[in-house]
Nanobody, 119 residues
Framework: QVQLVKSGGGSVQAGGSLKLSCVGS????????MAWYRQAPGKERELVSI???????LYSDSVKGRFTISRVDVDKMLVLQMMSLKTEDTAMYYC?????????????WGQGTQVTVSS
């Protein structure tokens, strides 16, 4: 059974930091491209960051320089460190595993975790 278990998230004031983690099981974590997405109320889901199996990273312009994605394959863990948070970062955040080649086409998705940034 495939699972993506998330931890972290919560509420913070603007300028603060939060860390999201996602632990995978039931699939070969080390062979999968991983990603973080987010969806704010009334908006479409958007890509936040990607990390490949060779640890190459990509960030959306809106989070570049503030967020850091990382992975620890031995622990099957995906991490998103969020710094200098802004109110516009408020959203439900999702981890995604095992890209299948299409836009936003990941085989596995974790349940969302809420991040709320207040001014």
């Amino acid at each position: 059974q495939v699972q993506l278990v998330k931890s972290g998230g919560g509420s913070v004031q603007a300028g603060g930091s939060l860390k999201l983690s996602c632990v995978g099981s039931g699939y070969d974590f080390s062979r999968c491209r991983m990603a973080w997405y987010r969806q704010a109320p009334g908006k479409e889901r958007e890509l936040v960051s990607i990390i490949s199996t060779s640890y190459t990273t990509l960030y959306s312009d809106s989070v570049k320089g503030r967020f850091t994605i990382s992975r620890v394959d031995v622990d099957k863990m995906l991490v998103l460190q969020m710094m200098s948070l802004k109110t516009e970062d408020t959203a439900m955040y999702y981890c995604a595993a095992c890209w299948r080649g299409g836009d936003d086409d990941y085989k596995y998705w974790g349940q969302g975790t809420q991040v709320t940034v207040s001014s």
